[in-house]
Every structure is written in C-alpha cells, then in structure tokens.
Nanobody, 119 residues
Framework: QVQLVESGGGLVQAGGSLRLSCAAS????????MGWYRQAPGKQRELVAS???????NYADSVKGRFIITRDNAKNTVYLQMNSLKPEDIAVYYC?????????????WGQGTQVTVSS
C-alpha cells in the first residue's frame, strides 16, 4: 500500500501560479512513476503530468510550457509547478503513484485538491 498526501491547491487569478505537492508513504525509488491527474466537472479524469523513477517526464499538450513536474526522492515527494494558469485548468487534481511488477500494475491515488482559477 502507498498513501499519498496532497497539498497546495487553492484559488488564483488567471495568469497566476500554484504549486502542488504530494508526499508518498513509500520510497519514490520503489515506485515506477508518480504523477498528477485532474478531473473537471462533467469530464473524465485526465493525465496532466508524470515523472518516472528515472526522471523521464510526460505532459499533456494543454499544459506543456506552463506546468513543470519534479520529484524529490529524498522526501518521497512529487511537485507540480503550475504557471500561467487559465480558467480551463479548473479541476480537482489527484496525485497518482504507480507501481509496476511483472504480474500487474498498482495505481494509488491521493484524496484530491481543488484548483480554481478566476478570470
């Protein structure tokens, strides 16, 4: 089991910045990847950004150039720096930790943190 504790959401004006944090209860070296997903009202949950244990990153096209995902392995924490926020970024953001084994893949989720952008 992996517990994930998120923080950093809130209300910001369009063009502003927020930083989300997600602390994992297990060493991030063990986890295959960590990342952030978001779910806006009436929409499906979508990948925002992810980072592998080796540091390879992946971003949704809609956030490329604006969001940066990093991880601090010493703190078992992943961060999402969100810049130039837009109203279309409004959603609940969920931290994800993925553990892949030979037999199966396990996905763990945080409780979610609300991000609201005022226009």
């Amino acid at each position: 089991q992996v517990q994930l504790v998120e923080s950093g959401g809130g209300l910001v004006q369009a063009g502003g910045s927020l930083r989300l944090s997600c602390a994992a209860s297990r060493s991030s070296f063990v986890l295959t990847s960590m990342g952030w997903y978001r779910q806006a009202p009436g929409k499906q949950r979508e990948l925002v950004a992810s980072i592998t244990s080796g540091g390879v990153t992946n971003y949704a096209d809609s956030v490329k150039g604006r969001f940066i995902i990093t991880r601090d392995n010493a703190k078992n924490t992943v961060y999402l720096q969100m810049n130039s926020l837009k109203p279309e970024d409004i959603a609940v953001y969920y931290c994800n930790a993925r553990l892949s084994t030979i037999l199966r893949t396990y996905d763990y989720w945080g409780q979610g943190t609300q991000v609201t952008v005022s226009s």
